[in-house]
Nanobody, 125 residues
Framework: QVQLVESGGGLVQAGGSLRLSCAAS????????MGWFRQAPGEEREFVGA????????YYADSVKGRFTISRDNAKNTVYLQMNSLKPEDTAVYYC??????????????????WGQGTQVTVSS
C-alpha cells in the first residue's frame, strides 16, 4: 500500500513557474514508476509525464515537453514536477500516481494503482 500526498499547487501568472511535490508513504517507493496526471474541469484525466523507478529515465506528453521536468528523490520518498513557462491551458488539478509497472513510457492511466488527492494549479493570462 502506498499513500501519496501532493503539495505546491497555487495561482501563477502565465510564463511563471511552480514546483509540485508528491510525498509517498511506505518503504518501497523506489519500486514504483511515478507519474503525474492532470484534469481540467469537464475534461478527462490527462497524462503529463512519468519517471522510472531509479529516476534515470523520464517520459513526457507532447503538450508539456521542454517545459516540465519530473525528478525523484528515493531517499526522501518524494517525486517532483517542475513546471516552467506555464500557460493558461495548464490549469488543472494535478495528481501524482504510483505504478508497479516498469513501463514509465506508457502513459496508460490503468497502470497506476495508487493516486494522491490532487493539487490545484491555476495559470492566469
Amino acid at each position: 500500500q502506498v499513500q501519496l500526498v501532493e503539495s505546491g499547487g497555487g495561482l501563477v501568472q502565465a510564463g511563471g513557474s511552480l514546483r509540485l511535490s508528491c510525498a509517498a508513504s511506505g518503504r518501497t517507493f523506489s519500486s514504483y514508476t511515478m507519474g503525474w496526471f492532470r484534469q481540467a474541469p469537464g475534461e478527462e484525466r490527462e497524462f503529463v509525464g512519468a519517471i522510472s523507478r531509479s529516476g534515470g529515465s523520464t517520459y513526457y506528453a507532447d503538450s508539456v515537453k521542454g517545459r516540465f521536468t519530473i525528478s525523484r528523490d528515493n531517499a526522501k520518498n518524494t517525486v517532483y514536477l517542475q513546471m516552467n513557462s506555464l500557460k493558461p491551458e495548464d490549469t488543472a488539478v494535478y495528481y501524482c500516481a504510483a505504478s508497479p509497472s516498469g513501463r514509465y513510457y506508457s502513459g496508460r492511466y490503468s497502470l497506476y494503482d495508487y493516486w494522491g488527492q490532487g493539487t490545484q494549479v491555476t495559470v492566469s493570462s
